[in-house]
């Protein structure tokens, strides 16, 4: 939430500040602003609303040009989308700026001792107090970074914060605790930024920043400490990925994109975990053997889509490790004294790799003793940091605020962790690891012919444009992928939708059913579980006699079905367990169309930001 950036170096402050906020926008476009020194002074310029308003803003009203420079792209916490409450925030002065990610939660009161030293504070934000902070600080030591350390010490909570003063005029200046923070180092330049995708057309040497360092930024080379002035260590890293993939490539919304790269990131996700004996091998894992034998207990803590691939995750890790798996929200975890112990593995599964609701639950869970293996797709972000393991999906930077490729890499990614226990603990054998293994490879293959189907798909939903709710049920793994399916429609349509497990219905939801009312239904492979499938095609017809206007999503070769579907949706055959990698495709594709022809922002959806790393 909240993108930041900063730069020191040569280039224009300005167009190097706004193209990385064009990179960062997906983490919050409630407002934007900018600050760059020149000429001796701070020059700075804000707007509420999009980047493009703050871009028209510095068409009408240059700022003067510099080569050092801080911006942000804001979603709201403290005080409304204004653009008094934009960032940047400067003291009385106007000499030093700020821009901040997080929540300093002990605001209030540093307000009202500023406020009683004479400092008048004119936003709602707990950002201007940092200002405030900073400048008194900074006339007494003439040291931003010694400054921000000073300051960091004295707050409370979450925070990313990037500042500058007109007293230091090549500096910039950051701090993360508990919040995201990279540095980008180039050839006599600098930068810093909420996640590598903002300076990735200039650098890709990046380094990690930890929990509680400051860093200063110089154009000869960046200095890093801990908020005590400790000397820190930090790792430096080359991302392995270039501009074009931070870049929507011909495509209408970077979301169109991601799910057309669906394909391509399940295949990279699987890459190098098979060696040449055919044994996996999760070499990331480092969680030694002897301790994965005796887990007990697998939990697993996620948010939103992450959290449905969980629910998933538990079906595939029951069966194959025959391990009890619970799957929690991550925001009500910690709250409920959850049972854990050192013979619990907590898997935490986030594709940013920065989400608070998580990175809190999995402190707790290590708090308790638990192992913790992260299934992230950010190189270097906190919760893999913080985790005792990791397995990195391979998705490529995701940007569209609706996660759809890390979705599936994340499905992919527990697939390997449950088959990597089961052959660790000798549940499952070589020959059937090899097999689930074959199965997940074809997968690639299979998501490409759904991508190559979904024209119907896209019509089917420009047709329900006008609809207020559409309902979504399924039975197994397929009841998982129906929340899934609901949740891409509320985000992006702002339609009312549900999933529902279909064998609920008769328990009160089935009073929903009205005339042409849309319900999607996520038909199990009848080769699988016969029971099942034979199960939901009764509840296709049961809601069918009420009047609703039934989705059908069915493998190839399903007849049964055909009678019951007033839409028929095709995917491939694929064994049960793996049945969503395909099923939720048509879901995604079904979401982005009805949210276009409802002319809403696919990329960013009204109210949300792509990184949640507020509690
Ligand atoms: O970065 P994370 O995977 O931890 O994010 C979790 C959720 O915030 C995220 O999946 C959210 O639900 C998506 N916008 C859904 O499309």
Redesign the pocket.
């Known amino acids: 939430m909240c993108g930041i950036v900063g730069y020191v170096g040569s280039q224009s402050a300005l167009d190097v500040v706004v193209a990385g906020l064009k990179r960062l926008e997906y983490r919050g476009y409630d407002s934007a602003g900018i600050a760059v020194l020149a000429d001796g002074g701070m020059a700075a310029a804000k707007k509420a609303g999009k980047l493009a308003n703050l871009e028209k803003e510095l068409v009408e009203r240059p700022l003067p040009a510099g080569s050092t420079g801080i911006g942000h792209t804001r979603w709201a916490t403290h005080g409304g989308p204004t653009d008094l409450n934009a960032h940047p925030h400067l003291d009385n002065a106007g000499r030093v700026a700020v821009v901040h990610n997080g929540i300093i939660e002990n605001f209030a009161e540093l307000r009202a001792e500023l406020a009683e030293r004479g400092h008048a504070l004119s936003s709602e934000t707990d950002t201007e107090v940092v200002a405030h902070l900073l400048a008194e600080e900074f006339s007494a030591c003439a040291d931003l970074a010694e400054s921000m350390r000073l300051v960091c010490r004295r707050l409370e909570g979450a925070f990313t914060l990037v500042a500058a003063h007109a007293d230091e005029p090549d500096v910039v200046v950051g701090a993360r605790r508990n919040s995201p923070l990279v540095v980008g180092v180039g050839e006599g330049e600098a930068f810093l930024a909420s996640d590598v995708a903002a300076f990735i057309a200039h650098t890709r040497s990046a380094i990690e920043l930890g929990q509680d360092q400051v860093v200063e930024l110089r154009r000869d080379g960046v200095h890093v400490t801990g908020f005590d002035g400790s000397p820190a260590e930090t790792r430096s890293y080359h991302v392995d990925w270039d501009v074009s993939a931070a870049e929507k490539g011909g495509y209408d919304y970077f979301m169109l994109k991601e799910i057309a790269e669906q394909p391509k990131a399940v295949a990279d996700t699987l890459l190098g975990r098979i060696d040449a004996s055919g044994s996996l091998t999760l070499d990331e894992v480092r969680i030694a053997p002897g301790a994965l034998r005796e887990v007990d207990k697998v939990v697993v803590v996620?948010?939103?889509?992450?959290?449905h691939a969980g629910l998933i995750a538990k079906y595939a890790i029951e069966h194959w490790t025959r391990i009890p798996c619970e799957v929690e929200l991550a925001s009500e975890f910690r709250y409920r004294d959850p049972i854990l112990d050192a013979r619990t593995l907590v898997i935490a599964?986030?594709?940013?790799?920065?989400?608070m609701d998580?990175l809190m639950a999995l402190r707790h869970a290590r708090e308790q003793g638990a192992k913790v293996l992260a299934v992230c797709?950010?190189n270097g972000s906190t919760?893999p940091r913080e985790s005792d393991a990791v397995l990195y999906t391979h998705a490529g930077p995701e940007v569209a605020?609706?996660?759809?490729k890390?979705?599936l890499t994340?499905l992919v990614a527990c697939y390997l962790v449950a088959l990597y226990l089961g052959q660790v603990r000798g549940t499952k054998w070589g020959d059937e690891i090899r097999a689930v293994v074959r199965d997940l490879s074809r997968i690639s293959e299979e998501v490409e012919q759904v991508l190559e189907t979904m024209e119907p798909v896209r019509e089917l939903a420009r047709s329900l444009a006008s609809k207020n709710t559409v309902l979504f049920l399924g039975r197994h793994v397929g009841y998982p992928v129906a929340l899934e399916g609901a949740?891409?429609l509320k985000?992006l349509a702002y339609m009312h939708a549900e999933g529902f497990a279909a064998g609920e219905l008769k328990h009160g939801p089935i009073a929903l059913i009205e005339e042409d009312l849309p319900v999607v239904v996520v038909v199990p492979s009848p080769k699988g579980r016969s029971v099942l499938h034979d199960k939901i095609v009764s509840n296709i017809q049961e809601i069918r006699a009420r009047g609703a206007r039934t989705i059908v999503i069915a493998e190839e070769g399903d007849e049964t079905v055909v009678p019951y579907a007033d839409h028929l949706i095709r995917i491939p055959a694929t064994p049960v367990l793996l049945q969503p990698l395909v099923a939720t495709v048509p879901l995604q594709v079904f979401a982005c169309e009805l949210a276009t022809a409802r002319g809403n922002e696919v990329d960013q959806p009204r109210n949300?930001a792509?990184?949640?790393t507020v509690e």
């Open positions: 996620a948010c939103g889509t992450a959290f599964i986030s594709q940013s790799g920065e989400t998580t797709n950010t919760i605020v609706a996660s759809t890390a979705f994340q949740l891409k985000e949300l792509k990184s949640v």
